[in-house]
């Protein structure tokens, strides 16, 4: 009897080892690493539809959307699953497609079980572009056949806030919270729904409370500097805005726009002038010379 030959085929437990590597460097934030390991994988099994999302995923986040769509197309025409389609209309909208994205993403939300997070980023686009009516009935449909969905009620909420219904948003971010106290978005949404009420001494708490569990966050470093600006606190909302601004051009224009747009802010008749306060001179140029 002849030996058999080994197979050059991966193991599938290596093969799981590389797809569990790829996805923790993709958690990481580094898609180069999580792009070269989810292709190794598609090497070894064309089909398998978790390592074509670490790749399109990884893809996006470098800013190669345009590959990033032919590689979950054809995953998606290999085995429809709600997750790849998903991404594949992120991959569209980020191309610029906005209309394919939402008829995918509303592809997406027919597929059962349901997939909480067709609905939220289908919602989400919606109230993005103006349709919040229609956002809001995405997801409160999403909620109805997914009520665990946590992400899609702090969805729920800040489109409840940008309608301006603070109650409704204050209600959903605090039921988020007491499920779920550590959810950092809940956390900044429900700050600025304080925020907007006039309750800036307890908005800024949540601020704080955001920023300690997300550091790099800017945007809420920025809120948090309105928010103690609006209190008086002038030293240390100014200082506040300055780490923030060091962020880059995009952020030192927000910065500015924040030390004018608070009652006890500054007002600079220009941008160079706010830069300059902020300590990035050179950002806030950029910003004028694209304005």
């Known amino acids: 009897m002849s030996k058999r030959l080994p197979s050059s085929r991966p193991r599938p437990s290596a ?3 590389t797809l569990d590597q790829a996805v923790i460097a993709l958690r990481a934030q580094q898609p180069a690493v999580a792009e070269r390991l989810a292709s190794d994988v598609l090497k070894a099994n064309r089909g398998n539809v978790m390592a074509a999302q670490v790749l399109g995923e990884a893809l996006l986040l470098q800013d190669r959307s345009a590959e990033a769509i032919g590689l979950l197309q054809r995953s998606a025409r290999r085995s429809p699953d709600p997750g790849t389609e998903t991404l594949l209309a992120m991959a569209l909208g980020a191309a610029g497609r906005g209309d394919e994205a939402l008829d995918q993403w509303r592809r997406a939300t027919t597929r059962r079980p349901a997939f909480p997070l067709a609905f ?9 572009i ?3 009516d229609e956002g809001i009935a995405v997801l409160e449909k999403g909620l109805a056949l997914a009520p665990d969905g946590i992400g899609l009620r702090v969805g729920l909420g800040f489109l409840h806030l940008r309608r301006h219904d603070r109650d409704m948003a204050r209600r959903l971010f605090l039921q988020v919270l007491a499920e779920a106290p550590e959810r950092h978005d809940a956390t900044v949404g429900l700050a600025r729904v304080m925020g907007a009420d006039g309750e800036h001494a307890a908005a800024a708490d949540l601020f704080r409370r955001a920023l300690a569990l997300r550091p790099e966050d800017a945007a809420t470093r920025i809120d948090l500097g309105k928010c103690l600006l609006e209190m008086g606190a002038r ?12 962020g880059g051009p995009q952020l030192a224009g927000l910065a500015v726009t924040a030390l004018a747009a608070t ?5 600079f008749l220009r941008p160079s002038a706010a830069a300059e306060f902020l300590g990035v001179a050179k950002a806030a140029d950029r910003v004028q010379a694209r304005n």
């Not at 939220?120 to 993005?128: M, Q």
């Not at 009652?263 to 007002?267: A, D, K, N, P, V």
């Open 15 to 17: 093969v799981n080892h």
């Open 120 to 128: 939220l980023k289908l919602g989400e686009r919606l109230g993005e």
């Open 263 to 267: 009652s006890h802010g500054r007002l």
């Open 235 to 246: 030293s240390a909302g100014e200082a506040t805005l300055r780490i923030a601004a060091r």
């Open 130 to 132: 103006g349709r919040v």
